[in-house]
């Protein structure tokens, strides 16, 4: 059975940072691609920030470029998402998904959400003035 579970989840002031985590059990990590994606209240899903299956290769939305940063431990099925420079609009509930391999490249990154298969249960960021 795939889960994936996000952690990390916390309020913090603008300015301020804070790391998510999302688990991997029960599929060879390594094989999958990584996605975050947020959802806000009354807004659609977006995506945040994807990484390859390799790590080689990430991709950012723009209105993250530069503050937030994915990366991955495949020896610990585990990928993170490091968030700084918080705004009050990065408030959201936050999504790690996974993408099982398809003979596609190592080096491939998705920023779709239907690209991806599998979808943790999500974690909450609240950012505060």
């Known amino acids: 059975q795939v889960q994936l579970v996000e952690s990390g989840e916390g309020l913090v002031q603008v300015g301020g940072s804070l790391r998510l985590s999302c688990a991997a059990s029960?599929?060879?990590?390594?094989?999958?691609?990584m996605g975050w994606f947020r959802q806000a209240p009354g807004k659609e899903r977006e995506f945040i920030a994807a990484?390859?299956?390799?790590?080689?290769?990430?991709s950012y939305a723009d209105s993250v470029k530069g503050r937030f940063f994915i990366s991955r431990d495949n020896a610990k099925n585990t990928a993170y998402l490091q968030m700084n420079s918080l705004k009050l609009e990065d408030t959201a509930l936050y999504y790690c998904?996974?993408?099982?391999?398809?003979?596609?490249?190592?080096?491939?990154?998705?920023?779709?959400?239907?690209?991806?298969?599998?979808w943790g249960q999500g974690t909450q960021v609240t950012v505060s003035s």
């Open positions: 990484i390859s299956r390799s790590g080689g290769r990430t």
């Open positions: 998904a996974a993408r099982k391999y398809r003979f596609d490249s190592a080096y491939s990154c998705y920023t779709e959400a239907p690209d991806y298969d599998y």
């Open positions: 029960g599929r060879t990590f390594s094989s999958d691609a």
